[in-house]
Structure formats: C-alpha cells, structure tokens
C-alpha cells in the first residue's frame, strides 16, 4: 500500500512547532485586544472575484498562485490567499458600514501556489489587523504601532527593521508611473523577462524584483517620493511624524512597492536579518479603494498581515510546555480510586498526566518522562488513613495529605 506524505507546501503542525504558533497567535490576541480590535473569522474560500478585483488581476498572487477551481454548482472558488480582501467583502456583506471605524482583526491559514522553501509554504498562517473608516494618516501610524507592540510580545529574535514608503494617491501613482515607463523603455532590451511583461501592466513592480539586472537598472530610476503631490507628500509627513512621536525606528525604502494593487498612501514591512530571502514577517499598507472595488461604499483602510509560521519560526526559544502532575496507584488494586482522584483534579483544571498500565517503577519513569512536577501516589496505609503521598519530582521531597486537600496543597 502507499503511504500518503503531505501535499508539496502543506505541513502537519504538532508538538513544539504548534506551541510557537499557539505562542504567536496568543500574542496577536492580547494586543489587538488592548488596541480595541474585534477578531472576525472569514470563509476560508470566496467567489474568486472577491480576490481577483480586491487584488487586481495582474499582480502576482492573482496571476500565478491562487488555488481557484469550479466548484459542482460550476462557482468559481478560491482558497484565501490573504485576509484584507475578505475582511473588505464582509464588511459590505454584513453592513458593517454603518458603525466606522471599525477595528478588526484575524488569525487563520492562507493559500498560494508558491515554490515551497523554509518560511514559504502553500498553506500558511497569517495574523493581522485591518481598521476601516479613518482617512487619516493616524490611522496608519495606530496600526504600525500594533504591529510594533505584537512582534515586541511575542518577542522575535534578530534585527527587525521597520521599512516604509508612500505609494501616494491615485494622481501621485499614475504620474510616477508614466515617469518609470520613460525610464524602462530606455533599459528594455536588458530587463529580466518578468520585468518586461511588467513594463506595460504594472512597472512599479519591476522596483522590488530580486534580479540582479533589473536591480542595477533600478539604480537609477525615478523615486516616488519625487512624484508625490503636496496631499500625498503631507499625508506621509504626518504618518512619520506620528511614528517618530511614539519612538518607533523606521528606515524610509523609496523602493517598497509591495506586491498588490489596493494599496495607496502607506505602505511598510517588518523585515527579520534571520530568515534569508524570506526575511519579511509582517507587511502592510493603506488601501483607499478596495471596498469600493467590492461594490461597497467608499471606505478607506489600513492594515498588516503577519506570517505566523516565520516568527514561530524566529522565537527565541521554544515556549515552555506546562507541567502536569502524575498520579500513580500502588499497584492494581488501587486503579480506580487512583483514576477518581485524576478525574476530580482534572474537573478542576489541573493538567494530570496518568500513565494507562505499569507497575510503581515504570509509572515514576513516564512521569519523569513526561516532566511531571509531583507525583501523587495512592494506595497503602497512607489511603486507608484518607490520605495521599504527594512527591515533588524535583526535590525529592514527600508529604502525605489528605484527599481533600490535594488541589489546595498542589
Ligand atoms: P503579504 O505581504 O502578501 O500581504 O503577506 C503578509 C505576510 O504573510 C508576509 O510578510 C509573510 O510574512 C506572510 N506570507 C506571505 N506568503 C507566505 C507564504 N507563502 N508562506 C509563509 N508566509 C507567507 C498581505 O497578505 C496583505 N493582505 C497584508 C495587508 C493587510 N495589507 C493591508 N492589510
């Protein structure tokens, strides 16, 4: 018979790893909840337009890595490859624009067709934020100060830099656009092939190519900033002036473009020196016109999303796993009550690790095994008086007590 492994790009999460997630999205919960945002649960699949106009159609994730397929009624599907599509539809769906701004955030898996390597996965997690209804650029800098405070809870390893960049306003973008096509047509010929099919659909995106000989093209090639008009040039001056107010360290990248077309204004990443070529943990940006391309009002938002995998990837060290206290029977004769004493501790939320056969000996061995604190052993003169033996595993040292006060005494 053949054993069946993963698909390619999927992964079964359990033991340490599922505790560095679990200690990540734990994280997310507690400082989205101190900023005053709710957690939404979006379907894990929508109508693929949801994606293809949220997104735009030319960028990569759209192209080239979405898992769309017809479902039976003939629907065209798609896995989420992000969250802020989704969360934009539900707030149209659900009339939620009645009560802006609205703060939301979401943990949940994502899915792109993307050639799988360490921290790049086909299913992967993601966290993030999302608040809709503010214009302002204080809307942006809360939002990158949530992003700030989360990786300080969760605490990453390495140098995490904050990089960012104004995408401007539509007018800015189409100004600087025609600008970068002037300058490209000028290196055409030497562009990679990628680059030269971007050109015509969407050349800001030849900016953040990885390839050394669009790289040295872009050396030289206009800056966004240059192009920017006085709102959008004011606008970015407020958003940094706020980061600067709260002390958060950024680098200005004229370069950052991100990979999808919502985006406006603002735009940032988090960037690990850790994790090689997959190094951005969290990325974000303002996103003017999506609700409105989702047949919503015109809202505006701003938002991140974190790859949970990679910071579990960068914790420190692994997150401690909690302890349990063992109980033990004598021997045969006293399963039962052994088992009636784990039941109660259990039924009042103590976390009770009861091995299912052995004698004394082997019992104490899985106990250890299984980093056991005490011990509580039943049975003996010690059972006929009420009482227990509770052992502390790590001293040594012993005690006998009564039943009724195990839980007090543990
Ligand atoms: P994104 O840059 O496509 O943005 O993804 C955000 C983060 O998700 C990345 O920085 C990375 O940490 C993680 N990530 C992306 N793809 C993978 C993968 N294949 N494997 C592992 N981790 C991955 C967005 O998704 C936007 N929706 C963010 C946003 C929210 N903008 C505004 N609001």
Known sequence: MKAYQPARGTRDLYGDEILAQKFVTDGMHHVAHCYGYG????????????FARGMGEVTDVVSK?????????????????????????????????????????????MFRYERPQKGRYRQFYQAGVELFGVDTPNADVEVIALANSFLKKVGVKGKITLEINSLGDVESREEYKKALLEY???YEENLSEDSKRRLHTNPLRILDSKEECD????????????YLNEFSKNFFDEVLKGLDALEIEYKVNSKLVRGLDYYRHTVFEFITDELGSQGTVLAGGRYDDLVSELGGPKITGVGFASGVDRLALLLKETPNK????AVIPLNDEYKYQALKIADDLRAEGVFVDMAFNGNVGKR???????????????????????????????????????????????
């Open 39 to 50: 957690e939404i649960i979006t379907p894990i699949f929508e109508f693929t337009e949801v």
């Open 65 to 109: 890595e979405m898992y769309t397929f017809n479902d039976r009624g003939g629907e065209s599907i798609t896995l989420r490859p992000e969250g802020t599509a989704g969360a934009a539809r539900a707030l149209v769906s659900n009339g939620l624009a009645q009560d802006l701004p609205l703060k939301v955030y979401y943990i949940g898996p």
């Open 184 to 186: 490209f047509k000028g």
């Open 215 to 226: 790289k040295v093209i872009c050396e030289n090639a206009p800056k966004m900033n240059d």
């Open 322 to 325: 909690q302890r349990p206290v």
């Open 364 to 410: 104490f061995k899985k106990a250890n095994k299984a980093n056991a604190f005490k011990a509580i052993v039943v049975g003996g003169d010690e059972f006929d008086r009420g009482n227990v033996v509770i052992k502390d595993l790590d001293s040594g040292n012993q005690k006998e007590v009564s039943i009724k006060e195990i839980s007090k005494e543990i």
